[in-house]
């Protein structure tokens, strides 16, 4: 049988559909099956089941969809940006006849990423298992407000942080929510899990970078909130009661990027960070 491609179009980029019409012509013309996948931006639809590929045509948001879905079943994903920033879609849209063409011929950088996984625990029983390429946030569910969370890492007591929420991101969630919230950068080839908090009300609380192989553990305690939440990779939020514990790990199986190389990612830091060398960089 012949190999066969899911085309992910967003449906926000207005060029996405054309381009995806394109790709789909060239891929038939090579004898490889080709669907085209409708994306609005909040669907968690799973339609790559059977496919030898995938191809995500929009910005890094497109490629979190395909990888939450795609990772669990070892299925590559080609990313053509038609985003602002890029640092996971790395393949712009002048290339990307030539980059599928590299990769048809089995001569394009396979990156591995890995994806966080939360496990949430009520009343001793686990009621939802999520994960996500570039983070997990833990936080209010109310502008203005500050919750209280008791944080352990592998057993290991780090104390109760009072703040609007936390940020735990792999490296590749590194350059995202994490970074404005001011946690480190790192490279995606790093297998880490970067605590950040964000709004904390002491001075005293830092980014913590951990191994990828521990377990982040947050208990949801009493506060003057009326609401917590939980949300992945910036989706729909899912509600948390007090006395709620979320076991926060890496997840076994990674995302599978194809062309995303090193010198892409910090091109593309340097590009969007306005790295200059200079003194006015």
């Known amino acids: 049988m012949g190999k066969k491609c899911i085309i992910v179009v967003n449906t926000y980029k207005k060029e996405s559909a054309r381009v995806g019409e394109e790709i789909k012509q060239y891929l038939l013309s090579k004898e490889i099956t080709a669907e085209i996948f409708l994306y609005n931006g909040i669907s968690e639809e799973n339609p790559f089941s059977g496919s030898d590929f995938v191809i995500t045509l929009g910005g890094d948001g497109t490629v979190l969809f395909a990888a939450r879905g795609c990772a669990p079943l070892g299925i590559p994903i080609f990313p053509v940006n038609f985003g602002e920033f890029g640092f996971i879609a790395s393949v712009q849209i002048d290339e990307w006849k030539e980059s599928l063409n590299n990769y048809l011929a089995g001569k394009s950088i396979l990156a591995k990423r890995s994806l966080v996984q939360s496990c949430i625990v009520r009343n001793g029983e686990v009621c939802s298992t999520k994960s ?16 209280s969370m008791e944080i352990s890492f592998n057993g290991i007591p780090l104390g109760v942080f009072k703040s609007d929420g936390v940020i735990v ?3 590749t969630g590194s350059t995202a929510y994490s970074a404005a919230a001011g946690g ?7 297998d880490a899990l970067v605590l950040t908090p964000v709004n904390s009300f002491s001075l005293s609380a830092r980014p913590l970078v951990f191994g ?8 949801i305690l009493p506060s003057r909130c009326p609401s917590s939440i939980i949300a992945l990779d910036g989706q729909i939020p899912m509600d948390l009661h007090t006395g709620d514990c979320i076991k926060i790990t890496s997840q076994k ?11 892409k990612f910090y091109g ?3 590009a969007k960070l306005n790295w200059s060398g200079g003194p006015l960089a």
Do not use: Q
């Open 184 to 190: 480190p950068i790192v490279d995606p080839e790093i």
């Open 212 to 219: 990828a192989h521990g377990v982040i553990n947050i208990k």
């Open 169 to 171: 991101s792999t490296a």
């Open 268 to 270: 593309a830091l340097r």
């Open 253 to 263: 199986e990674k995302a599978i990027l194809i062309g995303c190389s090193p010198d």
């Open 132 to 147: 996500g390429l570039n983070e997990v946030f833990v936080g209010a569910g109310a502008s203005a407000h500050i919750i």
